[in-house]
C-alpha cells in the first residue's frame, strides 16, 4: 500500500463500517425486506473500493463482486456480505501495519515502516 491507498482504504473501511450499521439495524426490524436499488447501487461502490484495496485472496468471496440491483437483496443477505467484508478488511489492514518500539501503531507503506498513525488491529482494542 502506498499513503494514496491508505486514504482510499480508511474512506472505505468508515463506509463499510456504517452501511454495516445501518443494515444491521434494519435486519434487527424486518431481515427479509429487500434492500431498495438506491442503498444497493452506493453499497456496490463501497465493495468496489474494498475489492480494489484487497487482493484475490484477502477477499470474503472469490466468486462475489456486488449485489445485483435488480435481484433485490434482503437486509439480512446484505448483512452477512457486510460483515464477511469489514472481517476480511481488517485482516488486510492488520497485515499492513506495525507496532512501533516506543509504542503506537503505524502504517507500512510499500512494506516499510513509517510514521503514519493506524489504530491497533480489532482483536487488541
Not at 491508505?6 to 424486518?30: M, N, R
Not at 464477511?84 to 492488520?94: H, I, L, P, W
Not at 489504530?119 to 487488541?124: A, G
Request: glycine fraction near 4%.
Amino acid at each position: 500500500m502506498d499513503s494514496k491507498d491508505i486514504d482510499e482504504f480508511e474512506k472505505v473501511e468508515a463506509q463499510l463500517k456504517g452501511f454495516h450499521e445501518e443494515l444491521q439495524t434494519l435486519s434487527k426490524k424486518s431481515p427479509d425486506d429487500p434492500v431498495n436499488k438506491f442503498k444497493l447501487r452506493h453499497i456496490n461502490s463501497v465493495l468496489a473500493g474494498a475489492n480494489k484495496l484487497m487482493t484475490q485472496t484477502q477477499r470474503p468471496f472469490q466468486d462475489f463482486e456486488q449485489f445485483g440491483v435488480d435481484d433485490l437483496s434482503t437486509n439480512s443477505d446484505v448483512l452477512l456480505i457486510l460483515r464477511q467484508y469489514a472481517s476480511c478488511f481488517e485482516e488486510t489492514r492488520s497485515a499492513n501495519i506495525y507496532l512501533a518500539e516506543y509504542g503506537g501503531w503505524y502504517w507500512l507503506i510499500r512494506g516499510k515502516k513509517s510514521d503514519r498513525q493506524a489504530r491497533p488491529p480489532k482483536k487488541l482494542e
